[in-house]
């Protein structure tokens, strides 16, 4: 098969392939962003805003028809498909609208005479490596901040959505992008080594897994170029004895069933004070079973196909590890019969540190829940992670809820309310989960020259 490829994961069945691109033009496609960045970063800011708002209006306009893709080559229902592209829509158009104002020049008090401004300037050409699970969001908190502020893009997506990543680069020029600026990039992981290492190159954003991380990550550092990294994480989602457990159940099924479990900031390790363990237990058991698979074209369907078999293998594998050594089953764990990578909304319990699931991001609709003695036991269970990335606390206590998120290694935690992703709020976590910031004034500040300008 080739390097990039649709296939349907609702059937498994093989739709189109594309090719790689020769070393050749992966080598000239630095060397185009390169030259177009010397003209970009020149444009008025407010020229680079008004494409932003097109590019967002495209997305609107599309919206049917960028789902319907999204829905074929990784498998989301089409209702939560139309979700993400109208998310993509609003972070092109809050830079669109909020982005000249982020970047104007800020003025340092001075000690003696003269004045100090910071002025945040692009630094060049970019690669970003984006991956499947949100096909058009992930582009946009990665592509609008940058494109506002003058850097050019280079775009590889995930060898699974090949259509859609030539349908974002279709938008993109249509809305009158100069040639060079931005550009989507068919290439092979040893051509993406090379990008990163070419002097052309400033900068590079990731999306994907740990290993991913530490091999970008690594040539990036030898390379002495920046690079953003968001790498996954095992979100823990605490129910203090004081929640309101029903509205607790409700947001941890939506937050870890949504999108077939496969979000960085899915609500994945379920942590219960003793007091509601019972309670808590079966109202999400009632939530999850409201999560039946079908079809993700029906308008009516929750959760879909995971995006591919080998994906559902690798879910099965830390499944089968787990109940071996005696976890246990409340809901779902059986692989169904038929075509395409459907796997059941599946509940565990019992999960301790012999098994993979303890450790392992599970990026599935695989929700694991662990018994706590206390809101102190709960925090020293939620931190026992290698991630760092989100995690929420559910109490009506708000002030006692509070206390307890703010003892969270994270990056972003919500206080009854998962972690939702918004234009305007900063995105990134600690520890495994990676490096850097996006959206938001430091979606702008990442890829960005804090130049000093001193004045006698």
């Known amino acids: 098969m080739a390097g990039y490829a649709t296939v349907d994961p609702t059937t498994g069945v093989l739709v189109k392939e594309f090719d790689t691109m020769p070393d050749a033009e992966a080598e000239r496609s630095v060397e185009r962003a390169h030259t177009a960045f010397r003209t970009w970063r020149r444009t ?51 830079y669109a609208v909020n982005g000249p104002a982020l970047l104007a020049d800020e003025e340092l008090d001075v000690a003696g005479p003269g004045r100090a401004v910071v002025r945040t300037e692009p630094i060049g050409a970019l690669l970003g490596i984006m991956p499947w699970n949100y096909p058009y969001y992930q582009v946009a908190r990665f592509v609008a901040p940058n494109l506002l502020l003058g850097n050019t893009i280079l775009l ?20 009158g992008c100069p040639d060079g600026v931005y550009q989507n990039v068919f290439a092979s992981n040893d051509q993406i080594a090379r990008m990163i290492a070419h002097p052309f190159l400033q900068g590079v954003s990731l999306t994907g897994s740990e290993r991913a991380g530490q091999a970008v990550g690594g040539v990036a550092g030898a390379n002495l170029k920046k690079s953003v990294l ?21 947001d941890a099924a939506t937050g870890r069933f ?3 479990g496969q979000a960085c900031t899915s609500s994945k390790r379920l942590i219960v004070e003793d007091a509601v363990w019972d309670d808590f237990l079966g109202a999400f058991l009632a939530r999850a079973q409201e999560w039946a698979a079908g079809d993700p074209r029906e308008e009516t369907t929750k959760l879909g196909p995971m995006s591919s078999l080998a994906a559902r293998a690798d879910l099965v594998a830390q499944v089968e590890d787990a109940v071996a050594k005696g976890a246990a089953v409340h809901l779902g764990g059986v692989v169904p019969d038929g075509p395409g990578a459907f796997y059941p909304a599946t509940v565990l319990s019992g999960v301790d540190t012999t098994m993979r699931a303890y450790h392992e991001e599970l990026f599935g609709p695989v929700a694991v829940i662990y018994r706590a003695a206390s809101a102190e ?13 989100g995690g929420a606390v559910f109490g009506r206590d708000e002030a006692r809820a509070a206390h307890v998120a703010d003892q969270l290694d994270v990056g972003m935690v919500g206080i009854n309310t998962t972690i939702k992703s918004a234009p305007e709020l900063p995105f990134g976590g600690v520890k495994n989960s990676g490096i850097g910031r996006e959206l938001g004034r430091f979606g702008l500040d990442e890829f960005a020259n804090k130049k000093l300008v001193r004045t006698r």
């Open 230 to 250: 968001e790498l996954g994480g095992s979100d823990a989602f605490i129910v203090l004895a004081d929640a309101d457990v029903d509205l607790a159940a409700r």
């Open 156 to 175: 590889k997506h995930a060898g699974n959505c090949p259509q859609e990543a030539l349908r974002i680069a279709d938008l993109i020029t249509g809305a």
């Open 44 to 94: 008025g800011v407010a020229d680079r805003a008004a494409l932003l708002q097109r590019i967002a209006d495209g997305h609107r306009e599309h919206s049917d028809e960028l789902a319907a893709l999204m829905t074929l080559e990784m498998g989301k229902p089409v209702a939560q498909a139309r979700g993400e592209v109208a998310l993509a829509a609003s972070i092109y158009e809050y």
């Open 258 to 260: 949504a999108n077939a």
């Open 377 to 389: 036991d709960a925090v020293r269970i939620a931190n026992d992670s290698p991630y760092g990335l």
